[in-house]
């Protein structure tokens, strides 16, 4: 383990609860910068951890994964909560998802929850059980799915299509330049660490210095 194992039990916490579905331990070894082995660990911590009296969630690890889940003490009081939430009129969080999820669907829970910043998972699963939303795989990402607007949506609000709602196409762009931003972040977060002399040419020579660009003056004068 390293040398604080509590910081990664920490951060293994965090990063499940965020995620809300089952996660691969080589995924979360990347994003973290430790071993596989070293997230296996952490995450029997931190299933003995969740295990006291007086915590709420539960580890889940199988084939490889893992995912925090609550505990099955609590499934009549939350299912109590489910019924209410679907009998009452939507949170304005739940608009807000909503919303986002109409002007940038197909989108992934992931995206959605760049977007606002926050767990989205109770909301996203009330929105599916009120048939407001529907979900896919995304044919980019098996293990993904996606999300977008129900047939239902469209014809409560009078719609027949997303591109019908105000302003759509300036929220479109303005969501998919912030999923730009995620994937970008994505990327520098799985891409390997090249060393800076590690780049030669095909025949084994050292690149050539780069010059500068042909606006720039070699010798200034100030």
Do not use: C, W
């Not at 331990?25 to 995450?43: D, H, N, P, Q, Y």
């Not at 912030?178 to 994937?183: K, P, T, W």
């Amino acid at each position: 383990m390293p040398s604080n194992p509590q910081t990664l039990l920490s951060k293994l916490e965090a990063l499940l609860f965020i995620y809300g579905e089952p996660m691969e331990v080589r995924k979360l070894a990347k994003i973290l910068g430790v071993k596989e082995f070293e997230v296996s660990e952490g995450l029997e911590l931190l299933e003995k951890e969740l295990q006291r009296e007086e915590r709420g969630l539960a580890l889940v690890q199988d084939k490889g994964k893992a995912q925090l889940v609550t505990k099955p003490a609590f499934a009549k009081l939350l299912e109590d909560i489910t019924k209410q939430e679907f009998s009452e009129m939507l949170t304005p969080a739940a608009l807000e998802t909503l919303s986002i999820i109409a002007y940038a669907g197909p989108i992934s829970r992931a995206d959605i929850e760049f977007i606002r910043g926050v767990n989205s998972s109770f909301i996203m699963r009330t929105l599916l059980m009120r048939g407001l939303v529907e979900r896919s795989v995304d044919p980019k990402r098996s293990n993904t799915y996606i999300y977008s607007t129900s047939f239902e949506l469209l014809r409560h609000l009078g719609l027949t299509k997303n591109s019908d709602l105000p302003d759509y196409s300036k929220y479109k762009e303005l969501v998919a330049h912030m999923h730009e931003e995620l994937v970008q972040k994505e990327a520098v977060q799985q891409s390997p660490v090249v060393p800076a002399d590690a780049t030669v040419l095909e025949s084994g020579q050292a690149p050539a210095p780069e010059e500068p660009p042909a606006d720039e003056n070699p010798n200034p004068t100030q």
